[in-house]
């Protein structure tokens, strides 16, 4: 029997290091955390110091069992959970359930899974780091305390089952303050104007030289007067000059930059990144992803100096060492790099091999030489004007680190490989000839709405959050539907060209289109509702720098400075009055209510406010002696713009479209969105439908559609045994029987099953989820109703 237990956090991580160690180590994996506050209660007794009450959770019991058995057998017990506060806290509460004794047990810590760093690690065993777990436990009972006391307030104040968070309430805060910064933009036109000229190149041929008027005009009255002048003007080259730039390298990946630059190049979610980049750890391929930290070991450096000298030349090797200006950046010791830099490419599904050549691009690229460049610039002066056009060469002489990489941006997630852009020859005083100069007119943009990587990029700039929380705080703040991923439809828009061209002025209006985004966070009605009553009765929760400062807290006590319950004392004793002051508070008005204007049919009030299953219009209030009218809003409306004209056009719903074989079919909006409706059928309308503008033949069509596809559903039933049918889901064909769905193997044609058939797969399948006890019976069936 193996004299050493090895115990992480993760099945892959097990396997992944058990091929490292010898006999004498067996590898198990907690699956995470094996207890944690009790998910239905407070589980926090603040009279006795804040004490956290823990619990295994029922699905842990067994694993629980099973390592403690395993650890009393073990001579030694090595906790090798992730280095960062909570794999210290993993490690703290296997060292407390399984009851562990000091003299046996080591915690080794490691930043990246290769044999090199796990026999290295077992050879500097340490203690576990109780300041490390006191960091992590007052993140999960401050957590806890703002999330269980907040919670119920909006289920009184706002609307049922909604929640609040100490980071996601923030995080909600700053889109919805982008979007009203959005909707209160004014846009201000201005006139960018470009030159053509023609210039002799090297060979005496004729070819285009571009420049730009080194200001923007404010109107067309200037740009028309600029162009005026122009006809009768003189161009000459003022003033030229050449100088060298050197561009720098990006520093290696943090777990926030890694975001956001998957994010742009690959377009992956945030989630999906992490999940991503804990496979590849985990196999051993790129050391741990979260970290603040952007410094290289002396390996790594070493490494790719010999991987760039190798592949490109000792001419693009320039190691550089790079300092963390993170503040309390301590969640790992490193930056995000391959573990090993010979390896360029690697084996594993699409998305790791993509998320690798990224990682693997950006440290080597960091370690690569400045790329150098030349800049020319030429001044034109117009002889009757005092304004100046600028052109602008840029050639590469020497690529460097760009041969490897380039560095996106939030503006263009899509952006074209740079190009030389050589000026041709030119000397001072030189006179030119234009081909054409165009006045355009250009509208400053409102700012950008929030994607995924974008967010995370402000929160970390704030000082909002860790490593450890980004991808979560995006993930909730969706979940529960505060925020959804959306696209905005561009608007069209007019512009004014004036274009001079062979000594004649044309003055021509053009369209385009405006505003159009893709992927975006935009705030939902009830994010927006939350927001509100948060900032105004909590103020200090949903401060930027409380947030911020409460990070700086956390690590001070991670660096043992302060002691975690302190922190817990202050923070209550201002914060649980307001909970209670808030809750004992009455409004005249529903939290987030409008009122719009009257109803001209009736006279009556009307309205929009969050109901209980999201935004509606109200006509009328409960005072009076008729009950009010509700109508959802439509996709696309909002509590914030919609105006009296549009709540009232909701009301015209339902509409009678006319009769299909007999039987009336209506349009309505209900909690789902519009729907017709058609002798007990209910049929969703295309997001591409106008409920109000829906024909009856296109209604027939959708109906006709959707009994098809019912069909479709039913394959056979059996008189003998009502409660078995055999249908047809999302993932294919399955038996359904009481309650409980079993798939249909590939091989059976499900048309052609007896009743004995289908009994003898359920029992089949019915002794193999026996066997096993942690799964659900019937988890097939939540797939095919999904």
């Not at 804040?50 to 629980?64: G, Q, S, T």
Request: aromatic share 8%; with cysteine; net charge neutral.
């Amino acid at each position: 029997m193996p004299k050493n237990l090895v115990i992480v956090e993760s099945p892959a991580k097990a396997k992944t290091i058990e091929k490292f160690l010898g006999k004498e180590f067996k590898v198990l994996s907690s699956y995470g955390h094996i207890r944690d506050l009790k998910k239905k209660e407070f589980s926090i007794d603040v009279e006795k110091n804040f004490e956290p009450d823990y619990e295994i959770p029922a699905d842990k019991k067994k694993l629980v069992g099973t390592l403690k058995s395993e650890s009393e057998n073990a001579d030694t017990v090595w906790l090798a959970s992730d280095e960062d506060r909570e794999g210290e806290a993993i490690a703290w509460h296997l060292y407390e359930v399984l009851k562990l004794q000091p003299e046996h047990t080591k915690r080794i810590v490691f930043h990246e899974i290769t044999k090199t760093a796990i026999l290295k690690a077992i050879e500097q065993p340490r203690e576990i780091d109780t300041n490390l777990v006191n960091a992590q436990q007052a993140r999960r009972i401050l957590d806890r305390i703002v999330g269980f006391e907040l919670s119920p307030v909006l289920w009184k104040k706002v609307k049922p089952a909604l929640s609040a968070g100490r980071v996601q309430s923030v995080a909600v805060r700053l889109i919805v303050e982008r979007e009203r910064e959005i909707h209160a933009f004014q846009s201000e036109a201005s006139y960018r104007v470009t030159a053509v000229f023609l210039v002799p190149d090297a060979e005496g041929k004729m070819v285009e030289m571009k420049a730009e008027l080194s200001q923007r005009l404010k109107n067309k009255e200037e740009a028309q007067s600029l162009l005026d002048k122009c006809l009768t003007a003189t161009f000459s080259i003022a003033n030229i000059t050449t100088r060298p730039v050197k561009k720098s390298p990006a520093a290696p990946f943090t777990t926030s930059t890694l975001q956001q630059e998957a994010a742009r190049k690959l377009g992956f979610t945030v989630s999906q990144t992490m999940m991503v980049a804990q496979r590849l750890y985990e196999s051993g391929l790129i050391t741990y992803m979260r970290t603040d930290s952007v410094n290289l070991s002396e390996y790594a450096i070493n490494g790719s100096k010999e991987a760039i000298g190798q592949m490109m030349g000792s001419q693009y090797v320039y190691p550089r060492h790079f300092s963390t200006k993170t503040k309390g950046a301590q969640e790992a010791h490193e930056a995000i790099r391959p573990t090993y830099m010979e390896n360029a490419q690697i084996e594993g599904t699409a998305q790791e091999k993509k998320l690798y050549d990224l990682v693997w691009k950006r440290t080597i690229a960091s370690q690569m030489a400045d790329a150098e460049l030349e800049k020319t610039t030429a001044t034109i002066n117009i002889d009757n004007a005092t304004d100046t056009f600028t052109a602008i060469g840029e050639v590469v002489k020497f690529d460097g680190f760009l041969r490897v990489y380039r560095e996106s941006n939030d503006d263009d997630s899509e952006q074209p490989e740079e190009e030389d852009n050589l000026l041709p020859p030119l000397k001072k005083g030189q006179i030119l000839q234009y081909q054409n100069i165009t006045a355009t007119e250009r509208f400053t943009q409102h700012p950008a709405r929030y994607t995924e990587a974008s967010l995370v990029r402000k929160l970390e700039e704030l000082g909002i959050g860790r490593p450890s929380t980004y991808a979560p705080t995006i993930s909730t703040i969706q979940q529960r539907e505060y925020v959804e991923k959306g696209n905005k439809e561009g608007v069209e828009r007019q512009y004014n060209v004036l274009t001079l061209k062979k000594d004649k002025i044309t003055d021509a209006t053009r369209t385009e289109t405006t505003g159009a985004e893709k992927n975006k966070l935009l705030p939902t009605d009830t994010g927006t509702v939350v927001t509100d009553f948060l900032v105004q009765f909590f103020p200090g929760i949903m401060d930027y720098n409380f947030t911020a400062n409460v990070e700086k807290q956390f690590d001070e006590i991670a660096e043992g400075k302060t002691k975690w319950t302190s922190i817990m004392k202050v923070f209550y004793k201002k914060f649980h009055p307001l909970v209670e002051t808030t809750l004992a508070t009455k409004s005249a008005h529903k939290t987030g209510e409008r009122i719009l204007g009257k109803d001209p049919a009736s006279g009556k009030q009307v309205s929009v406010k969050i109901g209980r299953f999201g935004p509606v219009v109200q006509i009328g209030t409960v005072e009076d002696e008729e009950k009010p009218r509700f109508s959802p809003l439509k996709k696309g409306l909002s509590i914030e713009t919609i105006s009296l004209e549009e709540a009232l056009d909701l009301f015209k719903l339902p509409r009678t479209l006319g009769e299909y074989e007999g039987k009336t079919v209506s349009v309505n909006i209900g909690r789902f969105g519009p729907y017709i409706h058609y002798n007990s059928t209910y049929a969703s309308l295309p997001k591409t439908v106008d409920p109000m503008e829906l024909e009856l033949d296109e209604a027939i069509e959708l109906i006709k559609a959707k009994a098809e596809a019912e069909a479709k559903k039913h394959i056979k039933k059996f008189e003998e045994e009502p409660e078995l049918e055999i249908m047809n889901g999302r993932y294919g064909p399955y038996i359904s029987y009481k309650g409980n769905n079993y798939k249909i193997p590939k091989d059976i044609v499900p048309q052609d099953l007896s009743l004995q058939s289908c009994m003898e797969i359920i029992k089949l399948q019915s002794e193999k989820e026996d066997a096993k006890p942690k799964r659900k019976r019937g988890s097939y069936a939540k797939k095919q109703k999904a």
